[in-house]
């Protein structure tokens, strides 16, 4: 196996600094890491990383253009896409890329299509029993009748749009609203008001915008970090989702092994004819232990505790060997050493140094301790 010279597209992501000591164990092989940023400066990634690359934002119409031409002039061999506003424009670059030399991380582009819009989503599975009770809708008209349909005021709904990442545009409609102590003192959360207020903030907007409106599901949250091929699954990772929230992600992770979650995912794989390194997301109703996961949402990418995720299988180098035609017969070596395999992981803050030569983490363990802990990560700087 040859080294790799490996571009991710986003230095600033939520899960950025796994993705990058994942990167950096691939078992058989050494990584030289290309982070790209719309603004590399102030990234996590681009100073970790041993190249910054600045790139315009995954919406503007040159993207493209630029990203084509820093594969070429940076003889990347494998791309890996992590924007979901990105994701189709790759997908749709991804045969060009590949006869030029650089292999995409990231499935079809049927799939990436079905994945990135929720309602196709929905369609796909319709019969599946994965889902709550939901309706689309695009008129105000159709959101009034809707939430009425589906048991409001008894029945707590959510609303989001058909297309969005990180929690965007959900909005949970509640009899009970918002009240003085919720709005003065609970953490920052997704918006939470009546069925009034909803319809009214919808009556602000276009004539016509696609919504999808669903039952409130409340328990915990699993996610599923899954190597499938042509709707199999070949391999999955489990994570429990706790902790308090920041930034929007989870801090804690709990690894969840138990067999019961290999049918769901399975059924999710077929009715959606996954391909390629996906993350799925699934809430478990509270208080029934009998009842099925249901479904939030799936992202055609590495999610964003895939680095947490390989600390016990190491899918990202599963799936760029499958990619690069280099798997071995053996599966074991993507299997984490069991002294050093996680069964739950943190995400916290970390500080990192900057200076002329790269960047450097602020390492917290006392200066000459015997402590173990991660080894320090350095970089050149950014270019």
């Known amino acids: 196996m040859h080294d790799l010279r490996i571009l991710i597209t986003c230095g600033g992501g939520p899960g950025v600094w796994g993705l990058l000591h994942a990167l950096r164990r691939l078992p058989g092989r050494r990584a030289h890491l290309i982070a790209a940023d719309a603004d590399p400066d102030a990234t996590l990634g681009t100073a970790l990383a041993d190249e910054g690359l600045r790139l315009p934002r995954a919406d503007q119409a040159e993207y493209a253009t630029a990203l084509r031409t820093a594969c070429r002039r940076l003889r990347v061999d494998v791309l890996i896409p992590v924007i979901d506003a990105e994701l189709e424009t790759v997908a749709g670059l991804a045969a060009e890329l ?28 319709a019969e599946s029993g994965l889902l709550p009770r939901h309706r689309l809708v695009r008129t105000v008209e159709e959101t009034a009748a809707a939430i009425r349909a589906l048991g409001y005021p008894r029945v707590r709904l959510c609303a989001r749009p058909t297309r969005g990442a990180g929690g965007r545009g959900f909005h949970l409609i509640d009899a009970r609203g918002e009240d003085f102590e919720g709005r003065m003192h609970a953490k920052p959360g997704p918006p ?120 016990r299988l190491h899918l990202l180098a599963w799936g760029i060997d499958r990619l690069m035609g280099d798997e071995p017969i053996d599966d074991e070596r993507y299997v984490a050493p ?23 983490v602020l390492d917290p363990a006392p200066a000459g301790s015997e402590v173990e802990h991660a080894d320090p990560v350095s970089c050149r700087a950014p270019g």
């Open 192 to 311: 939470r008001m009546t069925a009034e207020d909803f319809v009214a903030l919808r009556a602000d907007g276009p004539r016509e915008y696609p919504l999808i409106l669903s039952e409130f599901v409340e328990g915990p949250e699993l996610g599923h970090d899954v190597l499938a091929e042509r709707g199999r699954v070949i391999a999955r990772v489990t994570r429990r989702k706790g902790g308090s929230q920041l930034g929007g992600n989870w801090t804690r992770i709990d690894f969840d092994d138990d067999p019961r979650h290999e049918p769901w995912v399975a059924r999710v794989a077929e009715g959606l004819e996954l391909d390629g390194l996906v993350s799925i997301d699934a809430i478990e109703p509270a208080g029934d232990p009998r009842a099925a996961p249901r479904l939030l949402e799936v992202n055609a990418r590495p999610g964003a505790y895939i680095g947490m995720s390989c600390t």
């Open 98 to 125: 590949g006869a030029a030399g650089t292999r995409v991380l990231l499935p079809p582009a049927a799939v990436v299509r079905r994945c990135a819009d929720k309602w196709l989503t929905h369609e796909a599975l």
């Open 338 to 360: 069991r002294a050093g395999r996680c069964g739950s992981a943190l995400r916290v803050l970390a500080d990192v140094g900057l200076n002329d030569e790269g960047g450097f």
